[in-house]
Nanobody
Framework: QVQLVESGGGLVQPGGSLRLSCAAS????????ANWYRQAPGKQRELVAG???????NYVDSVKGRFTISRDNAKNTVYLQMNNLKPEDTAVYYC??????????WGQGTQVTVSS
C-alpha cells in the first residue's frame, strides 16, 4: 500500500553530502510533479525542491546552489542530491508526487542529521 519509498538519509558532518532517493509506483509517477519537503522538530513542513514532469526545477532560497533535484522517469524515481550540508538542514525529508487530478502521494520520511 506504500506508493513512495524513500532512502538515503543518515548522519553527516557539516560540509558533507547525501543523496536521497524516492522510488514511486509506476501508476502514479508519470505526469506528476515531484517535490521534496522537510520538517524539523517544532516547525512546519517546508517545500525544499520541486521538479515538473518535463524537468523544470525550483528550490527554496536556503538550498539554492547546494541541492539538486532530479528525476528518472524510466526508473520512476526522484532524487535529491544534497551538498555542503549545514546543521540547519537537519530534518525529516519527505518525497511528494502531485498529480494533475489533485491527488498527492507521500513517502514515509527519511531522517537527515547534520552534526559535527
Amino acid at each position: 500500500q506504500v506508493q513512495l519509498v524513500e532512502s538515503g538519509g543518515g548522519l553527516v558532518q557539516p560540509g558533507g553530502s547525501l543523496r536521497l532517493s524516492c522510488a514511486a509506483s509506476r501508476s502514479i509517477f508519470s505526469n506528476s510533479a515531484a517535490n521534496w519537503y522537510r520538517q524539523a522538530p517544532g516547525k512546519q513542513r517546508e517545500l525544499v525542491a520541486g521538479i515538473t514532469s518535463v524537468g523544470i526545477r525550483n528550490y527554496v532560497d536556503s538550498v539554492k546552489g547546494r541541492f539538486t533535484i532530479s528525476r528518472d522517469n524510466a526508473k520512476n524515481t526522484v532524487y535529491l542530491q544534497m551538498n555542503n550540508l549545514k546543521p540547519e538542514d537537519t530534518a525529516v525529508y519527505y518525497c511528494n508526487l502531485a498529480r494533475w487530478n489533485g491527488v498527492n502521494s507521500w513517502g514515509q520520511g527519511t531522517q537527515v542529521t547534520v552534526s559535527s
